[in-house]
């Protein structure tokens, strides 16, 4: 398999760390900023990421389009589990939803200060402006604190259930700490210190689902 991601995208590296979760065997491609013409030739014209290239060489695009495929496999039953796959994606699709409009508005000015090339920098502004309107990437810096504090309100409830036990839905991380966890790996590669600035709680956490990536199968 190979994923075709931004390091930043919250939507990539929900994917990624599912496919981490699953124990999967897969190549990532960092895509090009600025030049996504082999990923349009790959997918017929779509240059969002993330991108699949499954193994049977079946290419899927759209993250959530992505986890239904991967979550559909029999051994990825554990990740949602039929009996709470309601709650389960409708937490995952909170986090792709509401928390990431503010989230990534807090992440943006230093993805934008993080670009080495001046040319990809410009088109990065470029691209949130066309959206957002003139001098917004900007904007969300001066905001951040009162963005910081909805984000707050809306991530509360997940503090509680995080003090009571190590992942969202009980011992075993699913695609609701993949999708959490996408969101908090966009805070973390625009600046480590974001992950603290939202949560205290939440760098913990986001270490816990790394390790459990990495353990044992």
């Known amino acids: 398999m190979r994923l ?3 390091r930043y995208s919250p939507y990539a590296r929900k994917v990624q760390m599912l496919l981490d979760l699953l124990g999967a065997r897969y190549e990532i491609n960092e895509v090009p900023y600025g030049d996504r013409s082999a990923l349009a030739t790959l997918t017929g014209g779509y240059i969002y990421v993330p991108v699949l290239e499954d193994a049977d060489g079946t290419v899927v695009v759209e993250s959530r389009d992505i986890c239904e495929r991967l979550l559909g ?3 990825a039953r554990r990740f949602c589990p039929d009996a709470l796959a309601g709650p389960i994606w409708a937490y995952a699709d ?3 939803g509401p928390l990431e409009d503010l989230l990534f508005r807090v992440a943006s000015p230093d993805v934008r200060d993080k670009w080495r090339d001046p040319g990809e920098r410009a088109l990065y502004t470029l691209v949130k402006e066309r959206k957002f309107g003139a001098g917004c990437v900007d904007a969300w810096l001066r905001d951040r604190t009162a ?3 909805r984000a ?5 409830p997940t503090l509680v259930t995080l003090a009571e036990r190590p992942f969202l839905f009980g011992e075993q991380p699913t695609l609701a700490d993949a999708a959490l966890y996408g969101l908090l790996a ?3 590669e625009a600046n480590p210190s974001l992950v603290t600035d939202l949560a205290p709680a939440l760098e913990p956490y986001r270490l816990r689902v790394e390790a459990a990536a990495r353990a044992p199968r």
């Open 152 to 156: 707050r309100k809306l991530v509360a």
């Open 94 to 96: 909170f986090c792709d």
């Open 147 to 149: 963005l910081l504090g």
């Open 4 to 6: 075709h991601r931004f």
């Open 73 to 75: 496999r029999d051994a």
């Open 186 to 188: 966009m805070l973390h």
